[in-house]
Every structure is written in structure tokens, then in C-alpha cells.
């Protein structure tokens, strides 16, 4: 009997002690990172990176998801690239991998752990596995609203039931898109003065911080200040930060530097070498100087053109700069071209009809996009093209004017 009541006993504590093992909760074992990647040195890396990495502690495997995937060697990547219909992709890496690439290109790499519910983090990978698939890892790519840093944003969101974005969202940036594209590719003079030219009126709203997470470092920064609710009131979303490279680059600009003034300071030199070779008495140089500037005004201003009529590139849409580089230009570089060549071998003649009109027309053009910037609904912030295409435009219509009006003044026939 009391061989039986020992078994019993120990019987009883048995289940009683495994039944107060504690169940463990799906996504305990997860802890969930922001990691955001500073500007690098080629153009797609200006704008910085981000990723999320999920830490499993039961699979014992740390992976770095992001959005970021694209290859220069689809066959359709030029075609889609063109016509503003890019294709990028998510993917997965291994953390070392991943630190270790940035390491190698010197950026900047923050970690940001997030103060998410072991409901969020299982949430959370699901979702991100699920996006992992084939069928549904490639997206269409838009510059601002639908990058790899939103796409970042957008899935911690959803698995925190819209904190975020509500949180953001209304919540004014001060800031534009032109603005952060232009401090972020101010470096590159060549980049900045094209972007700067291609980017139409829709990238000078205001944003909100919703809006402004298009950016990697800035969505890092945002989250900072974010709580999310919990069952006893409202928690910060970023439980701990540290860096994990440290770059020797210089931070990235606060700022935009470049403006008006080295534009307009270009347009002056070539002015200037105009008029020296016109004073010089070498009028075909001149005039070749301004046949050059008119190809490269009416190429550009077809291409602003075909940019807004023929393609979804939607930022480069209601483009002001089309007063300044615009196709008519090319009648112009056609009436210069027929002059020069008249005019070959000493010989005398006037600049044809086609080449006075649309000279003079070009300026108008160009002098009208200065003046109607008084108009509240032409906004677009475009002063450098300005400072840069009026003035040659001015230039090109004062020395047609002057060359017709000196082969038509009988004094100043030889």
C-alpha cells in the first residue's frame, strides 16, 4: 500500500510539475533588427539601404531581408528601365554576409532592435516568407513611393497593425523629393544637373514623415520618436541602437549646396567666348558655338518631352524645364547648320527666316518660363536650368538678330 501511494505521489507531481511548464509563445524566439546602410559611391547608392533582420534563435539562423534586387543583365532591364516600368525583387542574405559588403564599400550600418510583441515578430517572418516566393518576391519599382525603404517600412507596419503609419502619416517633413534627391546626388555634377533637369513638378509637394521614409536613414531616424500601443498604455518602437560600421566617408549632406549661381556662371563663359569670337572677327565660330547649344537644348527638351508623353516615369511629368530645353531648339540648330554652310568659303549670306524665327521664339520661350514663375501654380523649383538656358537662349537670338541686321546694312557691306 504504500509502494502504491509513493507511485502515486510521484506520479502526481510529475504532471503537476509538467503542466506548469510554461507554453512557449510563437515568435519568442524571434528578435527583429532595422538595419539601414548609409550612401555609397555609385548612383543607385546615394540614396542609402535598409533591410530587416531576424534573428531565430531556434533555427539559429540570422537573415537579412530587403528590397533591393535588380540585374543590369536582363534582357528587358533597359527597355523597362526607359519606359519607367523597372522590376526590382527581395531576397534574403546571411547578417555576416550582409555587414560584411558594406564593410568592404565603407557605408555607415545602424541596428535598430524593435520593441515588437512576440505576436508582431512571428507576424512578421511569416509575412516576409511568404514574400520570399517566387510568385511573389519581384514588385514594380517607383522611385518614391514604392522603393526597397518603403517596402521596408510597409511590412513593419503591417505586422504592428499600422502604428507606424499612423503615427506619420500628416506629420510634416518640411522637406520635398527634389530636395532630398538634390543633397543626396549634389556630389556628382553630372547626375545632379540631370536628375535636376528630369524631374518635373510632382517632386515639389510638400511630403509628410510618412512620405519621407523613402529614405533609409531618415526612416531610421523617424522611428526614434514612434511608440506603438500595448495592452497598458504605448511603448517606443526602438528598444536599443548601435552602429555596426563605422565609415570613414563624410556624413551625407543636410543641405543642398549647389544653386543658381554656378549655372548662371557657365551660360556667362560661354557668352563671353561667344562674343570674343565674334569681336575676333571669327563670326563662324561663334556661330558654330551657338549651333552646338541648340542641339543640346532641342535633344534635351525632345527628351523631357518623350519622358512626359511616352513613358510612366509620372516624376517627370508637368516639367517646367520645357520652357528653356525644348524641341524647337532643333529648328534653330537646322537654320544655323544651312547658314554655316552658305556661308562657307568667304561667302556672304543672312540667317534664313526659319533660323531669325525660331531664335527669337526659343528666347520668348525661355523668358516666358522665368515670368510665369510668379504664378502660384508653377512652383517647380528649377532655377539652375533657368540661370544655365536663358541666357544662351537670350545670346544665340541677339546673334542672329545682329548678323542679319549687319548683311542687310549697305554701310557695312566690303
Known amino acids: 500500500m504504500k509502494r502504491v501511494l509513493l507511485l502515486a505521489a510521484f506520479v502526481g507531481c510529475f504532471f503537476s510539475k509538467a503542466t506548469a511548464q510554461p507554453t512557449t509563445e510563437p515568435g519568442s524566439h524571434l528578435t527583429v533588427y532595422l538595419l539601414t546602410m548609409g550612401p555609397g559611391d555609385q548612383v543607385w547608392e546615394k540614396f542609402g539601404h535598409n533591410a530587416i533582420w531576424i534573428h531565430d534563435e531556434l533555427a539559429r539562423t540570422d537573415s537579412a531581408y530587403h528590397w533591393g534586387l535588380f540585374d543590369f543583365a536582363d534582357k528587358d532591364f533597359i527597355p523597362r528601365f526607359a519606359q519607367g516600368r523597372m522590376r526590382y525583387a527581395m531576397g534574403a542574405f546571411g547578417f555576416e554576409e550582409t555587414i560584411n559588403s558594406y564593410r568592404l564599400t565603407n557605408r555607415m550600418v545602424w541596428a535598430q532592435r524593435l520593441n515588437l510583441s512576440p505576436a508582431q515578430r512571428q507576424r512578421l517572418q511569416d509575412f516576409v516568407r511568404w514574400n520570399m516566393q517566387p510568385q511573389n518576391r519581384f514588385y514594380r519599382y517607383d522611385y518614391f513611393r514604392d522603393n526597397c525603404s518603403t517596402r521596408v517600412r510597409d511590412a513593419l507596419d503591417l505586422a504592428i497593425g499600422g502604428s507606424i503609419k499612423r503615427a506619420a502619416t500628416g506629420v510634416p517633413s518640411n522637406t520635398t523629393y527634389r530636395f532630398h534627391t538634390a543633397r543626396l546626388t549634389q556630389d556628382d555634377w553630372l547626375v545632379f544637373t540631370g536628375t535636376m533637369t528630369g524631374l518635373g513638378q510632382p517632386t515639389d509637394r510638400a511630403i509628410d514623415a510618412w512620405e519621407e521614409m523613402f529614405l533609409p536613414v531618415r526612416m531610421m531616424d523617424r522611428f526614434r520618436s514612434v511608440r506603438i500601443p500595448t495592452a497598458t498604455g504605448s511603448q517606443a518602437l526602438v528598444q536599443e541602437e548601435r552602429v555596426l560600421v563605422q565609415a570613414t566617408r563624410p556624413p551625407e549632406d543636410s543641405v543642398v549646396r549647389r544653386g543658381m549661381w ?153
Open 262 to 414: 554656378g549655372y548662371l556662371l557657365i551660360a556667362c563663359i560661354i557668352l563671353v567666348l561667344g562674343a570674343a569670337l565674334w569681336i575676333a572677327g571669327w563670326k563662324r565660330g561663334a556661330v558654330g558655338l551657338a549651333l552646338i547649344w541648340s542641339v543640346v537644348a532641342g535633344l534635351g527638351g525632345t527628351l523631357l518631352t518623350g519622358l512626359w508623353t511616352f513613358t510612366d516615369h509620372l516624376y517627370s511629368y508637368r516639367n517646367e524645364n520645357l520652357f528653356q530645353l525644348n524641341p524647337f531648339s532643333l529648328l534653330v540648330a537646322v537654320g544655323l547648320a544651312a547658314w554655316l554652310w552658305r556661308t562657307r568659303g568667304n561667302r556672304r549670306g543672312i540667317p534664313s527666316r526659319l533660323a531669325t524665327m525660331a531664335a527669337v521664339f526659343v528666347a520668348a520661350l525661355a523668358l516666358g518660363g522665368l515670368v510665369i514663375q510668379i504664378l502660384p501654380s508653377f512652383y517647380q523649383v528649377n532655377a539652375d536650368v533657368i540661370a544655365l538656358a536663358l541666357p544662351l537662349h537670350l545670346g544665340v537670338a541677339v546673334l542672329v538678330l545682329a548678323w542679319s541686321a549687319s548683311r542687310r546694312d549697305p554701310s557695312k557691306q566690303s
